[in-house]
């Protein structure tokens, strides 16, 4: 009858932490997978906002291409072609800046 009691009773507990290990296992994908590259992104982001120049050809979030004709803290003056109208928007607006090669092209 002891014999019966101790196959009836479950196996000592395992460690807890044993259960999260796929949890922070996955956890750790995501960091290195979507997390870092966006964080990555953002920051090169923030990098080409501050080093814009007067004279800089950039695309805008709206797809317009110009050329930056004046800077301010938080807003810039872009001459978009043909005929050199002038808009002025927010720095944040700029989504990238046109290499030299296709401004030649």
């Given at each position: 009858m002891n014999l019966n009691l101790l196959l009836l009773q479950s196996p000592g507990s395992s460690n807890p932490i044993f259960g999260f290990l796929p949890i922070l296992f996955i956890f750790a994908i995501f960091y290195f997978l979507l997390?870092?590259?966006?964080?990555?992104?953002k920051k090169q982001q923030q990098k080409m906002l501050r080093e814009l120049q007067s004279g800089n050809t950039?695309?805008?979030?709206g797809g317009i291409i110009g050329t930056i004709v004046k800077l301010d803290d938080d807003t810039l003056v872009l001459r978009v072609k043909p005929d050199n109208i002038k808009i002025e928007m927010a720095r944040s607006a700029v989504a990238s800046l046109v290499s030299e090669e296709v401004k030649k092209a």
């Open positions: 997390f870092m590259p966006m964080q990555r992104q950039v695309v805008t979030n």
